[in-house]
């Protein structure tokens, strides 16, 4: 690997255009990279591949495994599988001759309709900030560079490209900047900024947050990237902190659509000016020469960018980075593994899992289809998929029917906003038309079925938010319906993030099940026959839309350009706390096929040990949870926050005790003038299966 003396020695002899080369992305040769550098050929500096993006890896034209939304990764509430699926993208980009990966997106689940949710990890920033760590140090154990985004209070995609976030400090310490400082301490090699502004200031410019906090409160010495034409200014970015402007070049203003040149174009909403970039590039030299930037910031960019380079072995010998590897039999059973892990059982009456030999009606309007993503830059293409029709068919030894019920529902992809842009995958090749798409057959298989399982989905983008949490199209009477028919329904839910789900009552088992990628089919059936426990747990609270904390226009989608983040820390379950309302299905909630008792609870040196016991016939997870209570504060502060978790497998009657270190952010808030400030006195640690279901307290002094 490159030492840094090397790098300061590459930096003297770069020319200035070299070097603005190094800090403004080109167009790909070879067409596959997201985001592209083409090296200095001359001082053997090779060329730089960025590419999407956090499901899998999104080389243009090419295939790879099409792991699980990054919800589902973060429902499994294990770190340690995100090391292994980021290992194993970050493989597949090696595999595809990519050096850096857009991912993991940690941005705070905030509202439940931001189109995006499904990219991202939780509400809470201790799972968030844990998940994405581990996401992080997985891809860069092979030697490919992670990006985390999108830096920072990115939440909605209504006016992304403008809208201010108006957030207090203490909330952005406490909520929204942590997931970033986690990926910071776990070593992350970029940062993307995001499209928004904070407080006024567009993130590419901000010079408190990138400069400030990111560069020399936190130590980060990795690069920070732009979003997509998302740089703001030149003299604004350089000064501030961001390293390096991606895509570069604008998207050929000669092309013509049904209304004239790209110039003439009207951006939609969400989608940014493709026509603004460059800005690194002539536009550097030039405020450099006006003494606007000062030279030695263009130099400090380029350290960072071959520092980034450096990590990934291209200006060494090589030998840091890993094998690439592509759609092994090892990546698809991790996609399968984590599509399991992150499925979250939420009602179950005794009908799950299935039996063995029970007949079933699969009904679904895209039961032919597998659920791999939501739309955007993260949309991966797989090499294969399984579809439910499919996965159920194979599992099943009873009669399995299949019928679609309805219409399909419209996807919705950013491409679609985009006239000039091909679309992304093509789910339709998975499609069968054979079936029928009458209720009305739906019912009658569901009435000579022992078990009707109907598969139902959102739809959800990038570049666009959800206009309600009801699931789209007609999927609710067709749930109500086939339910009439068979007392025996279970739901399986495909969304990006919290739905409505308003039979709920009126059915007999319900699973999330997220975006589940190309192990889909596979999956759920590996779930229902409880091949596999659901060892899933909410990393978003669910509940009617008009329960959540950010319900005012002012809030979301904001007023004149500003969504104003009054709501403070109390997001998601700080929220449903403050205001003491039950929601549908509370943070962290999941059942699991066994059952369990919290027996005991000491404190330690270090936090606390919790000894559980599997009081069923089966081996089941069980993700055990503590929230820290803060004694009386001079601040308003939220009654209970997730301080740590750690899953746990259990054999049939199996004790065992497992040990948890509280992570210091539960227990401090965040003062700006004294900075980070824990309350004297004792907190209450609550141990249990979800926020709202405590099963063990202790007090701790820690
Ligand atoms: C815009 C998205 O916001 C970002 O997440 C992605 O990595 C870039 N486009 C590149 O596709």
New binding site residues.
């Given amino acids: 690997m490159q030492s840094s003396r090397d790098i300061d020695a590459l930096v003297s002899a770069l020319t200035r255009s070299e070097k603005l080369s190094l800090v403004c992305g080109t167009v790909d040769p070879e067409g596959t990279a997201?985001?592209y550098l083409a090296g200095v050929d001359r001082l053997d500096i090779p060329p730089f591949h960025?590419v999407?993006?956090?499901l899998g890896v999104?080389a243009e034209g090419e295939r790879a495994t099409a792991f699980p939304a990054s919800i589902a990764t973060a429902a499994s509430f294990d770190p340690d599988l995100g090391h292994d699926q980021g290992r194993a993208m970050a493989r597949e980009a090696t595999a595809l001759g990519q050096d850096a990966l857009?991912?993991p997106?940690v941005n705070i689940v905030r509202v439940p309709q931001c189109g995006?949710n499904f990219?991202y990890l939780s509400e809470d920033p201790v799972l968030a900030g844990d998940v994405g760590a581990a996401l992080v140090s997985g891809i860069e154990s092979t030697g490919v560079l992670a990006?985390v985004?999108?830096f920072v209070a990115?939440n909605q995609e209504s006016a992304?490209t403008s809208v201010s976030a108006e957030v207090d400090e203490r909330t952005l310490r406490e909520l929204y900047l942590p997931p970033f400082r986690a990926a910071v301490d776990a070593g992350v090699g970029s940062v993307?900024t995001?499209?928004n502004r904070v407080n006024g200031s567009y993130m590419s410019d901000h010079a408190e947050l990138v400069g400030d906090v990111l560069k020399d409160e936190w130590g980060f010495d990795g690069y920070v990237v732009s979003?997509?034409?998302?740089l703001a200014t030149t003299v604004g970015a350089a000064t501030a902190g961001l390293d390096l402007e991606?895509?570069g070049v604008a998207l050929d203003t000669e092309t013509s659509n049904d209304d004239g040149s790209l110039d003439e174009f009207e951006w939609p909403d969400g989608i940014?000016d493709a026509t603004h970039a460059g800005l690194f590039g002539e536009p550097l030299s030039a405020a450099i020469d006006e003494g606007a930037v000062p030279p030695d910031r263009l130099d400090d960019m380029v350290r960072r960018v071959l520092g980034g380079m450096a990590r990934t072995g291209l200006l060494g010998d090589g030998s840091v980075r890993a094998d690439g590897a592509l759609d092994t039999p090892a990546h698809r059973a991790l996609a399968t593994r984590v599509a399991t892990r992150g499925t979250v059982l939420l009602e179950n009456d005794g009908v799950l899992p299935l039996a063995d030999g029970t007949d079933i009606a699969v009904i679904g309007p895209h039961v032919t289809e597998p659920k791999l993503g939501g739309g955007?830059?993260?949309e991966t293409t797989p090499f294969e998929a399984t579809t439910p029709a499919e996965g159920l068919s194979e599992r099943a030894d009873g009669t399995v029917t299949v019928t679609h019920g309805i219409p399909e529902i419209e996807s919705v992809s950013l491409f679609d906003l985009l006239p000039f842009v091909e679309g992304g995958h093509d789910e339709g090749e998975w499609n069968d038309e054979d079936h029928d798409r009458s209720m009305d057959t739906a019912v009658e298989a569901a009435a000579a079925a022992d078990v009707a399982v109907v598969f139902v989905r959102d739809a959800t983008t990038?570049g666009k938010d959800r206009d309600s949490l009801s699931l789209p199209g007609q999927q609710d009477e067709l749930i109500e319906a086939v339910a009439a028919a068979n007392d025996r329904t279970v739901v399986v839910v495909r969304s990006g993030g919290p739905v409505e789900l308003p039979w709920r009552d009126d059915v007999a088992a319900i699973l999330e099940a997220w975006y589940p990628g190309q192990a889909d089919g596979d999956a759920a059936a590996a779930v229902l026959y409880g091949d596999s426990d659901p060892g899933g747990r909410l990393p978003v609270t669910f509940a009617p839309a008009e329960d959540y904390p950010a319900t005012d226009e002012r809030q979301f989608p904001g007023v004149d350009g500003s969504a104003h983040y009054d709501e403070g820390v109390f997001v998601g379950y700080r929220h449903f706390d403050r205001t003491d309302t039950a929601p549908t299905y509370p943070f962290g909630h999941g059942h699991s096929y066994a059952t369990f008792e919290y027996r005991s609870v000491t404190e330690t040196d270090d936090g606390i040990e919790v000894t559980v016991e599997n009081t069923s016939d089966r081996p089941g997870r069980e993700v055990v949870q503590a929230y820290v209570r803060p004694p009386a504060s001079p601040v308003e502060r939220p009654l209970r926050e997730l301080a740590a978790f750690e899953s746990i497998e259990l054999d049939a009657g199996e004790s065992r005790s497992l040990s948890l270190s509280l992570d210091e952010l539960a227990r401090s808030y965040y003062d700006p003038d004294d900075g980070w400030v824990v309350d004297d006195g004792p907190h209450t640690v609550e141990i249990g299966r979800s926020a709202r279901d405590v099963r063990l307290t202790v007090e701790y002094d820690g």
Avoid: C, F, Q, V
Avoid at 227 to 230: F, V
């Fill in positions: 997201t985001g960025l999407d993006g956090p999104r857009l991912a997106g995006r990219e990006t985004k999108h990115n992304r993307m995001g499209y979003d997509w034409y998302g991606m895509p940014p955007g830059s993260s990038e």
